[in-house]
Structures are given as C-alpha cells and as structure tokens.
C-alpha cells in the first residue's frame, strides 16, 4: 500500500532542517556563506524574490543543480512559496550529498509576514521575454541575471572605434543605462570602422550620435550623451551615476584621468587601447588588484591611439570592444573569471592572444601603501601634470 502525503511530510519533516525567517536574516546581515536556492516556478518569480537567491524551478533541480552548486559543502537554504516544496527539495540534494541543508520554514510567504524585504523587478513583458531569450536560457544568466543586467549603469568615455562594438552589444544586450562621453564631430573617416554612426550623422558630436543608435538598438535601454572633453574633476561628477565604466578614448591623458577617477570612487573600470595591430584590455577592480598606474607608471604624451594607425584598426578595434562588453556583462551576473590582474594581448594580423599577468604596484601613487594622488585637478589641458 502507498504512503499517503501526510505520511510522507511527516517523514521528511523529521529528517530535514528547518530555518525560520528570522534566523536566515540574522545570517545574511552577519554576512555568513549561505547559497539562497528558490525552487518556485518562473510565473512566481517573476511576482518577487528574496535578494541574492539562486533561481531554479524544482522540475529542473536534479539536472542542474550541480552546475548551479558545484560545491556539496557549503551551505544552502531552499525556499518556496510556503515551507512544503522546500522541504522536499531539501531532502533530494541531502541524497544527492549536500551536506549542510535547510528549508526555510514558512516559505516566502513566512518571509513576508516576518517584514522582510523582497525584490519585484523580474517583470519583464513578453517582448522582453522573447527579446532576450537566448540569453535568459543560459543557467549563467537567467531572468535574475537578466534583471541585474537591466540595473545596470555602464559610463562609455569615447564613441569612435573602441566604442562601437561595446556599446552596441551592451545595448543589445538590455544594459539599463548607457553614458556616452565624447567631444568630437562625426567625420568621414570615422565611417570606416566606427559603426555606431552613419553617413547622416557627419558632422553631429559623436556621443550624441552614439546615443541615437542606441536607442535604435533597443528602446529599453536610457542613452545619455555628454557631448564634452572629460577633464579633471568633471570625471567624478558624471561617474557618480554609474556603477562601472569602459575607457574608449584611445587617449592617453583621458585614460589615466579615467583610472584615477574610477580608483578614488571605488568603480570598476575596462580599458581597451589600440596601437598599431596590438590591442591590449584589462578590467581595474579598485582594492582588489592592479590599477592602470599600476602596470603603466608613466603617462605617454607623444601617444595617439585614438584612431589607430594599424592594417585593420576598424576590426581590432571591434575585437578589444566585445572583450569589454564581456566583462561587464561578467561584471552584472557575478560570474566568470574577469581580466582581473591579467593583461590581455590581441594581434589582429597574426590572430594571436596573449596573457600577461599583472600586479599591484606597492608604490602605486594612486593605490599603493603610500598614495599622493587622492584628487583630481580642475584645470583643463593639465591632466599630465599627475602623471
């Protein structure tokens, strides 16, 4: 004879551990290792979620799980809508050898009532829906990671052949908000291989240009240009809205004003710079590895990397672009291994990559144990002066 379910739950409930929404909170604001596991279907997601949980429906919780959780030592709570899904979920990954599992008591229901907060922002609509699913379908990204993409605020400083590439597959991509910084007129040549712009935007600033193609990309992405020349403390007052930034301009006083701006405000930064057929990348984590200075002690003012001057600037420029377009889409999901402490090296004419690694200079001014950069300066055209 089969078991009924009362007899099952009483059986699983005596074999699993519970939390109560309570304590789960307390080890979230003591910053205890926990992987939050929300095995609810996709409909109730997108209604609200706990901030920081791991989306995977309970249909698919046996096949990818272990992709999702490699480690079968740390610790996982799993939630549903009530406590009941949880638990027998919990019991599943305690036979597939978790070792420290728990439902939480009461669901997100309980969690609610408790006045905890939950997080609403997975209401895409249908067109977004089908707009991004083949993003969505990765289990890296995911509607969650989807959602963190379309909170994010990425500032572009420059919009010619570094650029293009980035920004139109950032915006393809559903980033939020995208910041264009150039000064610029679109010009003849820059139709080559900047392919932010065309033939009806000769003459027009280039970051107003670049905003417009965005916003023909994909409407739900927010374009703001700053048709300016970044200077000195300019850099803080745009950067301040944003949560990361890419360093496009090609030049060089530009791209340490940009570094130095990023360190002092703690905001990731992706430089890209062509010479010649090289094309170098790095990603600067402020505090977590090495800054632009870092590698590159001394500012070169006799260079001009703004058009390159290689067989195929266009190309390798498209291909130091979709390197950083990747690493702030690795940025947003959380995941990935980022250029962090590593030099990337392309050579478009012999298609070859090289790695370099890289480490923070003690004697950094900017980010060593000393540091004597902690501002920048105001005055225009004498950004060098901190080189």
């Known amino acids: 004879m089969g078991k009924s379910f009362q007899e099952m739950w009483s059986k699983i409930k005596g074999k699993i551990k519970e939390v109560s929404p309570e304590e789960l909170k307390k080890r979230i604001a003591e910053g205890k290792e926990t992987i939050l596991l929300d095995i609810r279907e996709k409909d109730e997601i997108r209604r609200e979620y706990i901030c920081g949980a791991e989306l995977l429906p309970r249909g698919f919780l046996e096949m990818r799980v272990e992709d999702l959780i490699p480690d079968r030592e740390k610790p996982v709570v799993v939630y549903c809508a009530a406590g009941v899904r949880s638990a ?20 997100i229901d309980k969690w609610k009532r408790s006045g905890f907060e939950v997080l609403r922002d997975l209401d895409f609509t249908r067109e977004q829906l089908d707009r991004y699913s083949r993003q969505i379908i990765l289990p890296e990204v995911g509607e969650q990671g989807q959602a963190k993409i379309r909170r994010g605020k990425v500032l572009i400083v420059g919009a010619g052949h570094l650029s293009s590439a980035a920004t139109m597959y950032l915006a393809a991509g559903g980033v939020g908000t995208l910041g264009i910084v150039d000064s610029h007129p679109v010009t003849p040549g820059d139709l080559r291989g900047q392919i932010l712009h065309t033939v009806t935007s000769l003459g027009k600033n280039r970051a107003e240009s670049a905003a ?176």
């Open 88 to 107: 027998f979920a919990a019991k599943t990954l305690m036979d597939m050898g978790y070792k420290d599992v728990a439902s939480l008591r009461g669901g």
């Open 212 to 387: 417009r193609m965005v916003e023909r990309i994909n409407l739900d992405v927010s374009a703001k240009a700053y048709p300016i020349q970044l200077e000195g403390e300019k850099a803080l007052d745009i950067l301040k809205d944003y949560d990361a930034a890419l360093e496009c301009s090609g030049d060089s006083r530009t791209r340490y004003l940009v570094n130095d701006a990023c360190v002092l405000m703690e905001k990731p930064l992706f430089i890209a710079e062509m010479t010649g057929d090289w094309g170098k990348a790095m990603s600067i984590y402020p505090g977590e590895g090495p800054c632009y200075r870092c590698v590159f002690a001394e500012m070169d003012l006799d260079e001009n990397t703004t058009e390159g001057d290689g067989y195929s600037d266009a190309l390798d420029g498209g291909m130091m672009g979709l390197i950083q377009a990747a690493e702030i889409f690795k940025l947003f999901l959380g995941k990935g291994d980022p250029l962090k402490g590593r030099l990337l090296i392309w050579n478009g004419f012999r298609m070859r990559f090289e790695q370099k690694s890289v480490e923070r200079d003690r004697a950094c001014p900017l980010c060593g144990e000393h540091p004597t950069i902690n501002h920048l300066i105001r005055e225009e055209g004498s950004y060098e002066q901190l080189g």
